[in-house]
């Protein structure tokens, strides 16, 4: 019987991005519970090991697949609304880097937003999270007296609904185009949100 040929790094690194891949769409289209790792492999084209190698089963690819999205959305936002402008200029620029980030890659920021309810519950209230980032930011602009006084909380809930139930009429084929092309409605419907008194 012949040796097993170790797998040379090369084909170990290609395979993670097909992983990757074949899960979020089995992610989004069948949801993470009914999505299996022997699934998942199969539609990469890989042996379930070679999932094993990369990570210790569908949850932890899973949680991974979330954070990289949502870590990235909050690094966005945070330099969208921390460089100077008009109200109007640094919602739009908010708007702007979080449509950007959709059309990138629509499956990943699909199963993104299909996934909030799963992995949000259980992650720690940081700064750089996305909601703690305009939350902050708003805060502040309140206390400033920039925008009318309100909660904080609240009007970071009503802006982020605006775009974030768009991304799921998408999801489901009923918001049609690329998102950026939704930017300057996206933009007045916050600000109307921002300048309620």
């Known amino acids: 019987m012949p040796d097993k040929k170790p797998v040379s790094r090369e084909r170990a690194r290609n395979a993670r991005p097909k992983i990757e891949r074949a899960a979020l769409k089995l992610f989004v289209d069948e949801g993470i519970d009914a999505a299996t790792t022997r699934e998942i492999a199969m539609s990469a084209g890989v042996s379930e090991g070679a999932l094993y190698r990369h990570y210790s089963g569908k949850d932890e690819l899973a949680l991974a697949l979330f954070m990289e999205t949502h870590n990235r959305l909050g690094a966005m936002l945070r330099d969208a609304l921390s460089q100077d402008g008009t109200l109007e200029t640094r919602v739009r620029r908010a708007v702007t880097a979080y449509c950007s980030l959709a059309d990138e890659d629509w ?69 049609p185009g690329p998102f950026a092309a939704h930017i300057d409605t996206f933009t007045r419907t916050i600000m109307a949100i921002l300048l309620q008194k």
């Open 107 to 175: 499956l990943l920021f699909s199963f993104h937003l299909v996934s909030l309810n799963r992995f949000l519950p259980h992650d720690i209230k940081r700064d750089d999270d996305p909601v703690s980032v305009i939350e902050r930011v708003i805060g502040a602009m309140m206390e400033a007296g920039q925008i009318p006084a309100g909660d904080p909380a609240l009007s970071t809930a009503m802006c982020l609904g605006v775009v974030m139930q768009s991304g799921q009429n998408k999801i489901y084929n009923r918001l």
